[in-house]
């Protein structure tokens, strides 16, 4: 299918309260288009309820395309290695362009 | 008066209730943003509260009440933290981001205090409203620099802390202890209730009074279902650690209760809402702000002792406890 | 007072709104936590009513009319699975998990008797609301062994019951049945209003009670819309099965009646309610308790029965039958 | 009264609140579905509100009331296209789109303002109510034409109109004004109050009217953090059509006083209402229904007006203005 | 694993306004199951803040077998030509199937 | 990408009365990660609005090594021979690891 673009979809796990520090990593890095979801769920870091901001989890959605991933997850990894609790994971998505 | 059936109040039996629902395992389940809502809620309601008192209080004791509130605040997390060191069992760094939240406050805890001397006819000076909304930033405050010195004694790059909060809190410090959302929503509701004209604020009454203990009671249950999620985490963290849980707030009480019996001269009421302050730990204004800038520590110690253990302790134990203690102190001073 | 004209009252007004407005396919969207929300509110409020009340009862009537209930929760769902398995339109075991809900009862409906009731200016008793709490258990445990039999007489190995619901609930039917959320929070209510003093209780009053009736239209324009989505699924489960949902609670309703009405003595105000209690059938609590413990039973047959035929039949046609009803027993007896 | 002392009511000051903590960018949240719930009441109370005083209006003064609103309805949008068309700063779809959105009205100006004239103790005609729930609908229709009418002009294939809604509003444009889910409630809330016998909607007075105030605040806090979320955005989209935002409101208001002062003949606090709903541009019911139905138009063109830029000149501004506006209408007619 | 079987995950983004048109789309297309969640995110047609109905996203997910994905992929981009803000991205899924 | 670990993604939806369940059932597999989103959909056993627990669905993300996987499937595939809705399946996943 010509159509389908070949793109990584980028996806993040952590806390609520980082969630304006991982959309100016973004938009830092030239990416205006992200989706956002409300998370809980559990891990090294505790229950995470869900319940109040304090113990709330997002998973943010980016498609980008290959050569984006390795500046954003330069990134993701100081935050990591500064002792922020995140998960991310590269996967395969094939996009409908138009045009 | 005196006895347990002191807390046949339905804010701590809903808190129980809960508690008791998760414990054994019922599927109750609360829609998250019921939760985050009647948080939201709360702090509007006792904010403007508060405003309304603020607007017609004495203004020295006011200013009188604030300075000691932001002593409490500064002074709680320095002996929090030393405790923590010399205990050996968590690093500088946890110490330093438990240290913040005991140094802060629970409006939960607060609130549950006010239905406590509500219900028991105990009457109380409006002026612990005023220091719950300042207590919560000088906490922060004196967090992040212990957090930075911290630091500093374990050799990281003293860059970090302003690293830490890249892109989105260039100064850093000052800007997650004042425009934490907590912080926000509470004193910008207590100026809003302090400069309009009484008459124009009646319409707000209903809401933010008369179902204002309904919502407390919702909230409780919920927070009941949380602390009991989280208590059972404690034997991870040692024995130890969780005494401090219950320890710290007996010794904030004591000097809280002094504050505020002797240096303030409130009532028995007043006194007793010092105490609470001072024994409570932050749950709602914390936590994010030590996520944000000490994300070396651990979130499930700090978040497992202030919402596991001493909210609890608090509320079931602690406040009728800083009653009596508040009225041994007013008696001895009278 | 008679003719449809009973009907103009806000609570089925707002219901018939909500159906209104996914029968013509607006895109009017409740947010999924409001909800839910709203049902958690609607069980607390009435369980603390119903606690309240509870506090002041006759404690021989109390007891008399929780004997009562809990008849009516063995009794209904036993008559609902002998008509469903010899009606030859569902297997045994959709049987049971079906006949389970015409057990239990629907707190939705009850409060738009009420509604309908006091709109109506006609008095009640108020220990229906005690059996409304009772009520929901008895159908739970009775649903399960009904269940469990159907397994055996199909040849399904007969641990599987205890195994469904492995590493949760170990101790299987009766953990299901009691500890079920809306039971916990529904009992846990009813218990704080009857031991709660009187005078603290009172400062739960607006949000309890004041603002009940309002809350209590926007769950229902909610349940409309829900009820809508469903009654068009009516048609896939085959005419005789939606039938059932129509007949079942008639039947339900005289049984109730007259357990109201001669049994507990009840004027037509109360009467009317036990044979609310009786017709209606739970869209709350029985179905997760069955979807967790009878998973072979197809969850859009019970749901749609319940929420999509029973509940609009009650709140439209049922309530002034059953006061009718009420009214001709009552009536004759006297 | 006169001077902006006027704008120290809670709910412009809580709208400021929110605003001002986006704008430091603290970061308090609010859960989605809190902001979700809050509209679905507000809609829902001022319906009732409106359905209450419809009841007992004047029937004359109401149909004529009925007639202006629509009026205003047809007139300002095709106002808005041409000025917007001939300024050429957008094409005419998205002028079609943006037309749309200033012939409807902004529930939540409107009660500002009603808060506002309350306030300052000033007597309102309930009218203006009705009108509010009659105008969301014309302006869509018009919207709608006006795209329709623009893509013929375009040379953009005629059936697409139908085409864009397929599936599910086979009926389209009636369809999408009738139906949308905000009107659907407030004009079914309001049949509701108009229809049901007083004593009965008594039942709804506290949460329908007590704690209106108080929930209109929290909505408020709410939509001055989406407000100033979107203000930033104006830059993007060009000086000339952010001054649009203000200017066309400002018209709206003349055109509006006008028709309330003098073909209404309302008094001065009746006449700002009108003035209100003609200058507010809707934030609710026409962003989705232009979504559906002119998907070429740029959302956040419409939105960034109407929220970034309308709402908050009308809130903070604006009502003061078209207040001071009726008077002079008002007292130069009589 | 033999029980695993091969299927695509197609993964559409909108405005919440658009929710009934798409499940409406997958009814037509003899598609009848589906998951929705509520998202908010950020794009080209600005913040979706999630708060409003109006600024509200979906993230809807349909596990379906290859050959069913062109014709939806046909009436996306359809809807896409007409000025419809969409992400639509489809990827690979083991789906667990019994019998 | 050397730090770009492969691992698989474990999906599992289902109404929420199975959440404890299934969250009990990885604890039981020795897995104390996951992240579990509220969602509303609709399947064989009819629309789930996601208005009341009764309808509401969970979707529930694992990221786990592929050799933990066939123990996880096989704990589903009973609950599903059981009669319970869930939809599971699972995809490749690069997840960012550090150290
Ligand atoms: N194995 C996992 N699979 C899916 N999500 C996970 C996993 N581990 C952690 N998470 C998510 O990442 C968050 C932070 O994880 P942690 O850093 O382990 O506390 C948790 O709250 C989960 O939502
Ligand atoms: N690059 C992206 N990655 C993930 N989601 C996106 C991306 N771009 C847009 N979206 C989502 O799609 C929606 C519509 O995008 P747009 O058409 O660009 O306004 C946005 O609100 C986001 O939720
Ligand atoms: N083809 C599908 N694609 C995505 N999700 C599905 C699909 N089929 C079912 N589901 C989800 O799984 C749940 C249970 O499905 P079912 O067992 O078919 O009733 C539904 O409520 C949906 O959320
Ligand atoms: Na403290
Ligand atoms: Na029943
Ligand atoms: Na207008």
Not at chain 1, 18 to 31: A, C, F, H, K, S
Not at chain 2, 311 to 334: D, K, Q
Request: glycine share 10%; proline share 5%.
């Amino acid at each position: 299918m010509k159509r389908l673009c070949p793109e990584k979809l980028l996806a993040i796990i952590g806390p609520s309260a980082l969630t304006e520090t991982l959309t100016d990593m973004l938009r830092r890095n030239g990416i205006s288009g992200y989706t956002l979801l409300q998370a809980s769920g559990a891990g090294t870091s505790g229950p995470q309820t869900g319940m109040l901001d304090i113990d709330s989890n997002i998973m943010l959605y980016v498609i980008l395309s290959e050569e984006r991933v390795p500046a954003l997850l330069d990134e993701i990894e100081r935050l990591m290695r500064k002792g922020h609790h995140l998960k991310a994971f590269v996967s395969d998505a094939a996009v409908l362009a138009i045009e | 008066m005196h006895g347990f059936s002191n807390l046949l109040i339905p804010a701590v039996l809903f808190f129980a209730l809960g508690f008791l629902a998760r414990v054994v395992r019922s599927d109750l389940r609360f829609p998250p943003d019921l939760a985050k809502a009647l948080s939201i809620y709360l702090l509007m309601a006792i904010g403007i509260h508060g405003g309304v008192e603020l607007g017609r209080a004495n203004l020295l004791t006011a200013v009188h009440a604030v300075f000691w509130a932001i002593m409490l605040g500064l002074l709680l997390p320095v002996l929090a933290y030393v405790v923590l060191v010399s205990s050996r069992r968590v690093d500088a760094l946890n110490a330093a981001a438990i240290a913040a939240h005991y140094g802060s406050v629970s409006a939960g805890t607060f609130m549950t205090a006010k239905a406590y001397l509500e219900s028991n006819g105990i009457l109380y000076e409006m002026y612990p409203v005023i220091m719950l909304a300042v207590m919560e930033s000088p906490a922060i405050v004196i967090g992040l620099l212990l957090a930075g010195w911290s630091r500093r004694r374990l050799g990281i790059a003293s860059d970090d802390a302003r690293t830490a909060a890249e892109g989105r809190h260039p100064s850093g410090i000052l800007r997650e202890a004042f425009l934490n959302g907590s912080v926000v929503l509470l004193a910008g509701a207590m100026v809003i209730g302090a400069v309009v004209a009484p008459t124009r604020m009646a319409a707000l009454h209903p809401f933010v009074n008369d179902i204002f203990m309904g919502a407390l009671c919702l909230f409780l249950l919920e927070m009941g279902m949380e602390a009991a999620l989280r208590i059972g985490e404690f034997r991870r963290m040692g024995v130890a650690l969780a005494l401090f849980g219950v320890l710290m707030p007996l010794v904030g009480a004591l000097i809280g209760a002094l504050v505020g019996g002797i240096a303030l001269s409130f009532g028995v009421g007043g006194t007793t809402m010092v105490a609470v302050l001072a024994a409570s730990a932050s749950y709602i204004a914390v936590p994010p702000a030590m996520r944000l800038a000490v994300p070396e520590a651990n979130p499930s110690l700090y978040i497992t002792l202030s919402l596991g253990i001493t909210f609890p302790f608090n509320v079931i134990v602690g406040i009728p406890l800083y009653h009596r203690l508040a009225e041994a102190i007013v008696g001895a001073w009278v």
